[in-house]
Structure formats: structure tokens, C-alpha cells
């Protein structure tokens, strides 16, 4: 394993998030905190927060909800007793509703509301120490990148304001070990379960593999082939589309590490 994972293997996910809270550990999650759930984030105003928790029931395999916060809070419990949505990723993006683009910042404290209400998703890395265990090599570990992440031609059902393409995220397998990979990942439906997608990556309307829309370029090898899993970025697609007067949401691939086993997404 890249030895940027290493040290992780030693620590516990409340360790990683204060780590990350002070500022003392940043970028990406691929890899850390091997065997505990990390999650994607959205926040929204209270107004807004029924269509949006509709629309993720609506669209389960790329947003299964693991945690909804009470109006005001950012704290989720059961997802780890000193655990805070404001300081505890890596990476946020904060998009206000007439203004381009979003802003990137490392703490929400600043701009955080009473009337809010943060939301966590599963995410795909949950069940990777489970391909791993099994053998199988990760192409974004072994090369120390974030996963690719594509935007796709797969419409999500729509919950008010809320609506768009799904993303996917991409691993490369060779073609036994894929059919390996569709059968483990299905055991864990709150990380976003078996694939959506394998093969032909133009069927799901990716023009490119090498220039994925979020995350970094595939490291992929001769022989091997595409693999797509709904990913919890598509509720950032919906989110922009919305417009809302003010959201947060995870730099793709900066997740945020729970106290959970990631068989509880089993």
C-alpha cells in the first residue's frame, strides 16, 4: 500500500477527524480509515430539506442516507459522538444561488445557519477494504489518486427543485476480477451496492474515461475494463441545478470518516 495510507491503519476515525479538524491532515479519503463507513455531504436550508431527502429516497443506489442532522445542528451522533459536518472534511465547496461557480473552503463554522440541515450519504469507499481483502488492486490506491468521477446520461427521478444526471465513480478490473467486484460491493446497499455500469463507458455517455469530471485521470492497465458505481457526488449535480440560496457539499473524494463498520452497509 502507498505509504500515504500507512499510518492511517493505526489510527481510529475520531483520530483522523481531529486530524483533519486541525487542519493537520487534508485531501483526499481513498484508503484511510480501512473497515469504518465514510460518508458524502450535502447541507441545506430547512426550506429545501423535505424535496432534498425525497429526492434521495427516490435515488437510493447513489444517495443512501446514513444521517440527517436536527435544523441548526451539525452533529449526527449516530454517526460519532464528537463529530462535527462544519470542521470534520477535508475539502467543502459552498455554492450560493447567483453567484458562478462555488467557493472551496476547509470550515463551514463561518457560514453556518440555524436554518440548516446536513445530510450524509454513503460512499463507495466503505466497501473497498472488502475488495481488497479479497485480493483485489485498486487502481486509484495503488497510484495514490482520487477515483475518477464522471457525470453520465442516467437521469436520476426527480423531488421537487432537485434533479440531473447521475455520477459514477470508476475502478478498472480485468474481467474475472470484476465479476468478483459486482458481487462483493453488492453486500453493502448504503455504499451505493453492486455497479451500475461495466464495459462500454459511451452507453452511459462518457466521452472520455481520461478526463473524468471530478477526481483524477484512471490508472488503468492492459486487460483491464471499466467498472461504474453510483457515486454521492450526484446530489451535487441536483444541488447546482436547484440553485439554492446558499448549500454545502464535499470536495469529490474528501469524505467524511464515521464510527461505523462499514458492514453496517451490509
Known amino acids: ?3 500515504r495510507f500507512e ?3 493505526s489510527l481510529s476515525p475520531a483520530a483522523l477527524r481531529r486530524e483533519i479538524r486541525e487542519a493537520r491532515r487534508g485531501g483526499h479519503t481513498a484508503g ?8 458524502n455531504l450535502a447541507v441545506l436550508p430547512e426550506a429545501l430539506a423535505g424535496d ?7 435515488n437510493p443506489k447513489p444517495c443512501p442516507l446514513l444521517g440527517v442532522t436536527d435544523v441548526g445542528s451539525p452533529r ?3 454517526l460519532g459522538e464528537d463529530l462535527d459536518l462544519r470542521t470534520d472534511l477535508a475539502g467543502y465547496r459552498v455554492f450560493r444561488r447567483g453567484v458562478e461557480g462555488f467557493e472551496a473552503r476547509t470550515d463551514l463554522s463561518e457560514i453556518w445557519r440555524d436554518d440548516l440541515v446536513g445530510f450524509v450519504i454513503g460512499c463507495s469507499y466503505s466497501f473497498e477494504e472488502a475488495l481488497m481483502r479479497a485480493g483485489l488492486e485498486l487502481g486509484h490506491i495503488r497510484a495514490a489518486r482520487n477515483v475518477p468521477m464522471y457525470e453520465t446520461s442516467i437521469e436520476t427521478a426527480p423531488a ?3 434533479g440531473g444526471p447521475m455520477v459514477v465513480s470508476m475502478r478498472p478490473f480485468t474481467p474475472k476480477a470484476a465479476i468478483r467486484a459486482i458481487a462483493l460491493s453488492e453486500r453493502f446497499p448504503m455504499a451505493h451496492g453492486a455497479p451500475v455500469h461495466f464495459g462500454d463507458p459511451a452507453a452511459i455517455g462518457i466521452a472520455d474515461l481520461d478526463r473524468p469530471d471530478y477526481g483524477d485521470p484512471p490508472d488503468m492497465r492492459p486487460g483491464e475494463v471499466p467498472v461504474f458505481w453510483a457515486c454521492g ?5 441536483a444541488i447546482r441545478r436547484a440553485m439554492p440560496e446558499i448549500a454545502a457539499v464535499h470536495e469529490p473524494g474528501h469524505m467524511l470518516i464515521t464510527d461505523l463498520l462499514a458492514d453496517a452497509a451490509g
Open 233 to 237: 457526488v450526484t446530489p451535487q449535480v
Open 7 to 9: 499510518p492511517a491503519l
Open 52 to 58: 432534498f431527502q425525497r429526492f434521495c429516497q427516490r
Open 160 to 162: 421537487g427543485p432537485f
Open 76 to 78: 449526527v451522533p449516530g
Open 32 to 39: 484511510l480509515a480501512p473497515g469504518y463507513l465514510q460518508g
Open 1 to 3: 500500500m502507498n505509504e
